[in-house]
């Protein structure tokens, strides 16, 4: 899909064809549109595609007549009726004439500049423009850690109720969000560094004050990024070693019970052997089935009772 923004009056349009100074924002295009935009503004179709490849790495090359700027955005992927949170390619072109973005999906990081909820937000200035979406894109990093630092805590909580493996699982799910976030903020890291020491990107005294800005918001992404795994991890092990202790717990009461229980099935096993009555004690008495029966109940008391002084129950 094609569409094509360009800001009026400080206002933010779309407009029905390409112009000087406007914005083209290719959503998951075809390839007949690829080579529409590629043919039209000398870009080689190679890195028009290259954003569509989930697997692409964050990067910038420059060519002669434009620059190519690929970084990671975080998305948010439904799975099992649950929001978990992966990350995607967007690339950025820049030309002498246009700004170029080409994203696999639809991402929060460019429909708040379609929206016009940005201030001071405009097509024709190109290095701020990409500047603007960088820190747009970092600061829905941070968004999306304090969103899944919340759902471990609500995870953390049904995990102390619960000793099934649902919620070890969702906690794994969100750690490798976490890995993803990490991963794709350091490669983006290094983008933003070789941005600052470009010299083919022109940018004024207050771009780059923007992208200092915008590498400090990624530093602390990645900051937050590594302290929230680093506690889900040693939280999982935590759990999952509190799981394995309750079920030990579980299995040494069970055995408990098991013994003290055999003990009057022991006794009654006697009784019912195949062997001569007078033999056998309280076989004749009148009341011998109640003596041997409070018998083997002293007996099996007196072993729980053991077994309750050592802490077995």
Same mark, same amino acid.
């Given at each position: ?66 620059? =190519? ?108 969000? =976490? ?14 560094? +070789? ?18 800005? $915008?590498?400090?918001?990624? +530093? ?31 299995? +040494? ?44 109940? $002293? ?9 309750? +002084?050592?802490?077995?129950?």
């Amino acid at each position: 899909m094609i569409r094509i923004f360009k800001t009026e009056d400080g206002m933010i349009h779309q407009i029905n064809e390409a112009e000087n100074g406007c914005w083209i924002a290719l959503t998951n295009p075809t390839a007949t549109e690829i080579l529409e935009i590629a043919e039209q503004y000398a870009i080689d179709p190679d890195h028009l595609k290259a954003p569509l490849d989930e697997e692409e790495r964050s990067r910038i090359e420059m060519e002669d007549n434009y620059s =190519l700027v690929l970084v990671d955005i975080p998305m948010i992927e439904e799975r099992n009726e649950k929001d978990w949170y992966v990350t995607i390619p967007m690339g950025i072109i820049m030309t002498n004439d246009i700004i170029v973005t080409i994203c696999l999906e639809d991402t929060p990081v460019l429909t708040a500049f379609m929206d016009g909820r940005v201030k001071e937000f405009h097509t024709y200035m190109k290095t701020r423009f990409i500047l603007q979406i960088l820190y747009k894109n970092a600061s829905l990093f941070l968004q999306y850690l304090r969103i899944i630092d919340k759902k471990s805590e609500v995870v953390e909580r049904e995990l102390h109720k619960s000793q099934r493996n649902r919620e070890l699982i969702e906690l794994l799910e969100l750690e490798k969000s =976490l890995v993803y976030f990490t991963t794709s903020l350091r490669s983006n890291e290094v983008v933003l560094e +070789k941005l600052l020491r470009s010299e083919r990107i022109k940018k004024y005294p207050e771009d780059t004050e923007l992208l200092e800005d $915008v590498i400090i918001e990624n +530093k602390q992404a990645i900051e937050m990024a590594n302290i929230y795994s680093g506690i889900l991890s040693g939280t999982m092990d935590a759990f999952a070693s509190v799981i394995s202790n309750n079920l030990n717990i579980v299995m +040494k009461f069970l055995a408990t019970i098991t013994i003290v229980l055999s003990i009057p099935t022991m006794v009654s096993s006697f009784y019912g052997m195949n062997v001569n009555a007078a033999g056998m004690p309280f076989a004749t008495n009148p009341y011998g089935f109640w003596i041997v029966l409070a018998f083997a109940a $002293v007996l099996a008391g007196v072993v729980a009772l053991i077994f309750s +002084k050592k802490d077995l129950f």
